[in-house]
Antibody, heavy 119, light 111 residues
Framework: EVQLVESGGGLVQPGGSLRLSCAAS????????MNWVRQAPGKGLEWVSY????????YYADSVKGRFTISRDNAKNSLYLQMNSLRAEDTAVYYC????????????WGQGTMVTVSS | QSVLTQPPSASGTPGQRVTISCSGS????????VNWYQQLPGTAPKLLIY???QRPSGVPDRFSGSKSGTSASLAISGLQSEDEADYYC????????????FGGGTKLTVL
């Protein structure tokens, strides 16, 4: 079964750091581009970051540029999001999503992990 | 304020046909394909339509998508109670450094 499972969310104080992980299974992870998308409580979806299959190309949303770092370990079938200098407005459910199998769409999503930034 | 504009809500009765609009600009919908996602309550989003009008395997043909100029639409025919969900359009935006942009979402209620 094709699956993505996020982990690493939790409660963190403003200015703090957190590292999210996304474990992939059921497909050849190293062949796929990946993304992080977040959803603040009661709000819509917001794209956060993209990484190519090799990790050589990376994009960030302006809202997280300079604070978040996306990376991947193809040997471990894992995607990561290092989040630093966290702000209250970063509070959201963070989803990882597979990209590129069907057009330019995110065709497989994880169940999400909640990040709460609060003192 | 989302880059793509959707109505916040839509509704219909079982069996009806409903459409959800998504308005953008030349830098996103006008020059790139549109995807639609369905998010059932308390769950992760699911890809519903890709490349404007293509359905992934397993998505019923009651769901269809279209695009014209800088706007797109999602149509749901033969509305069912299980279609009650939030629906989001999305597209790549070529402006600045480029990014994926989403609509604000449309909450569909089946009356």
């Amino acid at each position: 079964e094709v699956q993505l499972v996020e982990s690493g969310g939790g409660l963190v104080q403003p200015g703090g750091s957190l590292r999210l992980s996304c474990a992939a299974s059921g497909f050849t992870f190293s062949s796929y581009e990946m993304n992080w998308v977040r959803q603040a409580p009661g709000k819509g979806l917001e794209w956060v970051s993209y990484i190519s299959s090799s990790g050589s190309t990376i994009y960030y949303a302006d809202s997280v540029k300079g604070r978040f770092t996306i990376s991947r370990d193809n040997a471990k079938n894992s995607l990561y999001l290092q989040m630093n200098s966290l702000r209250a407005e970063d509070t959201a459910v963070y989803y990882c999503g597979r990209f590129g199998e069907l057009g330019d769409a995110f065709d497989i999503w994880g169940q999400g992990t909640m990040v709460t930034v609060s003192s | 304020q989302s880059v793509l504009t959707q109505p916040p809500s839509a509704s219909g009765t079982p069996g009806q046909r409903v459409t959800i609009s998504c308005s953008g600009s030349s830098s996103n919908i006008g020059s790139n394909t549109v995807n639609w996602y369905q998010q059932l309550p308390g769950t992760a989003p699911k890809l519903l339509i890709y490349s404007n009008n293509q359905r992934p395997s397993g998505v019923p043909d009651r769901f269809s998508g279209s695009k014209s100029g800088t706007s797109a639409s999602l149509a749901i025919s033969g509305l069912q109670s299980e279609d009650e969900a939030d629906y989001y359009c999305a597209a790549w935006d070529d402006s600045l450094n480029g990014s994926w942009v989403f609509g604000g979402g449309t909450k569909l209620t089946v009356l």
